[in-house]
């Protein structure tokens, strides 16, 4: 009877065994929080700036967009280039520097304060024969080399160039393609638009679709036309030192197989931990800046997706919308013993709360924006 019944609960067990478990719960597939609908062709560049306030999209046409990020509504629109935009980019507050391929670069000046003179109709609406451009300020003859954009930095040290009355504060070297030989770049200094060197790469061998430096500027990374992410040690904490130095970099070269060709576009966040890339496979990809592996696949696109940005994160951020929400119940608590706190004051006070509340918000969030060739802009909300 022993012998019967250790049988049985052994025929008992394994028949258990043999059943299928409680099924897993899946999580739902992310979904991007807001997809911004005006360009009519590819969006080829984005870029936050102005403290996440605002976003710069550039497409296929020549169309740049600023949207509010806030309202997520457009605030200005303009054709900036003949050309498809091939990069934009921030410098100081209120200029923002453009790339196309009609062999120009332009640095517009656009103020907060003049948004509203411009014409907020999307090309997408309506394609307008004039729109008002902001003021022009600088124009470069550059070379595209296809689809090579245009790079910048700041001027740290103004004895290497010969414009010693130009302010540091407001100078920075542009990197653009040479018009000559494709494994070399020009730099050119603005303001002064004169270019101060050509810088010649040797050894290439792998078509590079994108490149970005981390913040900590240690290293920076590569995504490749052979689905290749590789990060790359810098030398930059003394001039002599590099390959032959004798001196150890300051992180070990390190690349993945991704098995996933065509990551047109590259970003490091600002606090360097993560990638994200943005491939023809109409997928954005989320990778650890430390060892390249991946974390998150965000898919909504049916299109291939050309450029992605990564709001940065502003540390500072609760203290400044702390102090200016602190001013504006000041100013408004000043204005109710003015107005007798009537109606109107106490409504104004409410909007003007609500919409600093919304825009502190909008600012914080750890965005994730992805631009594809359907002409969408879709805006994520990561980790």
């Known amino acids: 009877m022993a012998g019967a019944g250790a049988a049985a609960n052994g025929a008992l067990a394994k028949h258990q065994q043999l059943q299928p478990g409680p099924k897993k719960q899946l999580l739902p597939p992310a979904q991007p929080v807001y997809v911004l609908r005006g360009h009519a062709s590819a969006i080829h560049s984005i870029q936050f700036i102005r403290h996440n306030s605002r976003l710069v999209t550039g497409d296929a046409e020549g169309w740049i967009v600023?949207?509010?990020t806030a309202t997520r509504r457009p605030v200005a629109v303009w054709k900036a280039h003949d050309g498809a935009i091939l990069?934009?980019?921030s410098w100081g507050g209120s200029?923002?520097?453009?790339?196309?391929?009609?062999?120009?670069?332009?640095?517009?000046?656009?103020n907060s304060a003049d948004e509203a003179l411009f014409?907020?109709?999307?090309?997408?609406?309506e394609q307008l024969s004039y729109r008002r451009a902001p003021w022009l300020l600088h124009a470069l003859h550059v070379n595209t080399?296809?689809?090579?954009?245009?790079?910048?930095?700041?001027?740290?040290?103004?004895?290497?160039?010969?414009?010693?009355?130009?302010?540091?504060?407001?100078?920075?070297?542009v990197a653009v393609p040479n018009a000559l030989e494709s494994a070399s770049i020009d730099m050119f200094h603005l303001p002064s638009e004169g270019r101060i060197d050509t810088i010649s790469f040797e050894g290439s061998t792998k078509t590079v679709l994108s490149l970005d430096v981390s913040p900590q500027q240690g290293y920076y990374f590569t995504s490749s036309a052979d689905a290749i992410l590789a990060k790359h040690p810098l030398f930059l904490t003394n001039p002599t030192r590099g390959p032959g130095s004798g001196e150890e970099p300051n992180v070990a070269f390190m690349s993945v197989q991704t098995k996933h060709a065509g990551q047109q576009s590259l970003c490091v966040r600002s606090d360097g931990r993560i990638i994200a890339t943005a491939g023809w496979d109409a997928r954005v990809r989320i990778y650890s800046a430390k060892n390249l592996r991946?974390?998150?696949?965000?898919?909504?696109?049916?299109?291939?997706?050309?450029?992605?940005?990564?709001?940065?994160?502003l540390s500072s951020l609760a203290t400044v919308s702390d102090t200016a929400e602190s001013n504006v119940t000041s100013r408004l608590s000043l204005e109710d013993t003015t107005c007798s706190a009537t109606a109107t004051c106490s409504g104004i006070q409410t909007v003007s709360t609500v919409a600093q509340r919304r825009q502190d918000k909008a600012q914080s969030v750890h965005w994730v924006a992805a631009g594809s060739k359907d002409g969408k802009v879709s805006l994520w909300d990561l980790y």
């Open 119 to 125: 014409n907020q109709t999307l090309p997408v609406d």
């Open 87 to 89: 990069g934009t980019c």
């Open 95 to 110: 200029r923002i520097i453009t790339h196309g391929r009609d062999n120009r670069l332009f640095v517009w000046e656009l």
């Open 294 to 313: 991946e974390l998150a696949v965000l898919k909504w696109h049916n299109d291939g997706c050309y450029a992605v940005a990564i709001a940065p994160i």
């Open 145 to 173: 080399l296809n689809f090579c954009a245009f790079a910048t930095c700041s001027v740290v040290d103004e004895a290497d160039i010969d414009t010693p009355s130009i302010d540091a504060s407001q100078s920075i070297l």
């Open 66 to 68: 600023l949207w509010d």
